[in-house]
């Protein structure tokens, strides 16, 4: 019997690794496809002293991403989520969340 219990909890971990697996793959499919080809860009501004969590809720709130969630995963998974900075950002849906992400770790701000 208690070989039966180790193998089902073998089975279940197993099957929450290729599940985590499969959900972070499709997340970074998500992040690398533009959300609105052709839409036109906005300017985001984005406050001093804002996190991952702040960038992609404000992101999201603005139209520029589809998901704060796979922008946070994204940029966490890559090593950005310290290095996102403040700043006036001309970005749009016609980018995708990579995109997005990767300039304002850059901090390539709007030219003026």
């Known amino acids: 019997m208690n070989r039966r219990i180790w193998w089902l909890a073998g089975g279940g971990v197993a099957f929450a690794i290729v599940v985590?697996?499969?959900?972070?793959?499709?997340?970074?499919?998500?992040?690398?496809?533009?959300?609105?080809?052709?839409?036109?860009?906005?300017?985001?501004?984005?406050?001093?002293?804002?996190?991952?969590?702040?960038?992609?809720?404000?992101?999201?709130?603005?139209?520029?991403?589809?998901?704060?969630?796979?922008?946070?995963?994204?940029?966490?998974?890559?090593?950005l989520n310290e290095q996102l900075q403040a700043g006036e950002y001309e970005l749009g849906p016609g980018m995708s969340s990579a995109e997005i992400a990767d300039r304002i770790a850059r901090g390539e701000v709007r030219p003026r």
Do not use: C, K, M
């Open 20 to 79: 985590a697996a499969a959900g972070f793959a499709f997340a970074e499919r998500l992040a690398t496809q533009p959300w609105r080809p052709g839409a036109p860009p906005r300017v985001v501004e984005i406050p001093v002293g804002y996190g991952l969590d702040e960038v992609g809720n404000l992101l999201a709130r603005e139209g520029v991403i589809r998901s704060s969630f796979v922008f946070q995963l994204y940029a966490w998974r890559h090593g």
